[in-house]
C-alpha cells in the first residue's frame, strides 16, 4: 500500500511557476514510476507527465515538454513537479500517483498506476 499527499498548489498568474511536490508513505517508493496527471472541471483526467523508479526516464505530455519538469528524490520518498510558464489552461487538480514497479519507460495511462493521491488545486490567472 502507497499513500501519497500532495502539496504546493495555488493561484498564479499566467507566466509565473509552481512548485509541487507528493510524499509517499511507503518504504517501496523507490520501486515505482510516478506520474502526475490533471483534471479540469468537466473533463477528463490527463497525463501530464512521468518518470520511471530511477528517475533515469522522463515522459511529458506535449502541452507541457518544455515547461514543466518532473523529478523524484527517492531517499525523502518525494515526486516533484516543477512547473514554469505556467498558462490559464493549465488550471486543474493536480494528482500524483504510484504505478508499475522497475519499468524502465514510465507509462502516461492512468489505468497503469495503482494508488492515487487526492490532488491539489493549481489556478492560473489570465
Known amino acids: 500500500q502507497v499513500q501519497l499527499v500532495e502539496s504546493g498548489g495555488g493561484l498564479v498568474q499566467a507566466g509565473g511557476s509552481l512548485s509541487l511536490s507528493c510524499a509517499a508513505s511507503s518504504r517501496t517508493f523507490s520501486s515505482y514510476a510516478m506520474g502526475w496527471f490533471r483534471q479540469a472541471p468537466g473533463k477528463e483526467r490527463d497525463f501530464v507527465a512521468s518518470i520511471n523508479w530511477s528517475g533515469g526516464s522522463t515522459y511529458y505530455a506535449a502541452s507541457v515538454k518544455g515547461r514543466f519538469t518532473i523529478s523524484r528524490d527517492n531517499a525523502k520518498n518525494t515526486v516533484y513537479l516543477q512547473m514554469n510558464s505556467l498558462k490559464p489552461e493549465d488550471t486543474a487538480v493536480y494528482s500524483c500517483?504510484?504505478?508499475?514497479?522497475?519499468?524502465?519507460?514510465?507509462?502516461?495511462?492512468?489505468?497503469?498506476?495503482?494508488?492515487w493521491g487526492q490532488g491539489t488545486q493549481v489556478t492560473v490567472s489570465s
Open positions: 500517483a504510484a504505478g508499475p514497479q522497475y519499468t524502465r519507460v514510465p507509462s502516461n495511462i492512468p489505468r497503469d498506476y495503482d494508488y
